[in-house]
């Protein structure tokens, strides 16, 4: 069982930067891929990045990719996306996963209730 609580959602200026934190419980954090989704009103949720378990290799949307960076650091059971030049398009509740290294949602096992993140204009 893994519980997983994300922080570091706020509102920001377009082009600005956010670095969101998600807190793992559990000895078995490091069996599992991470992964983080996220979900704007009235849209699907949809993928934005993912890392192995040891963090070796690592995965982005398109929409994100050179702006965004995930990593984690087992020893603390963390994993971190950092958002660089944020986009008004990327105004949504972000959430982490845990579960199998994957662009799917349907492969994760464990998810946070995620953390709000707005960018204005």
């Known amino acids: 069982q893994v519980q997983l609580v994300e922080s570091g959602g706020g509102l920001v200026q377009a082009g600005g930067s956010l670095r969101l934190s998600c807190a793992a419980s559990?000895?078995?954090?490091?069996?599992?891929?991470m992964g983080w989704f996220r979900q704007a009103p009235g849209k699907e949720r949809e993928f934005v990045s993912a890392?192995?378990?040891?963090?070796?290799?690592?995965y982005y949307a398109d929409s994100v990719k050179g702006r965004f960076t995930i990593s984690r650091d087992n020893a603390k059971n963390m994993v971190y996306l950092q958002m660089n030049s944020l986009k008004p398009e990327d105004t949504a509740v972000y959430c982490c996963a845990a579960g199998y290294y994957s662009s799917r949602s349907a492969t994760y096992d464990y998810w946070g209730q995620g953390t709000q993140v707005t960018v204005s204009t």
């Open positions: 559990g000895r078995t954090f490091s069996s599992y891929a």
């Open positions: 890392i192995t378990r040891g963090g070796g290799n690592t």
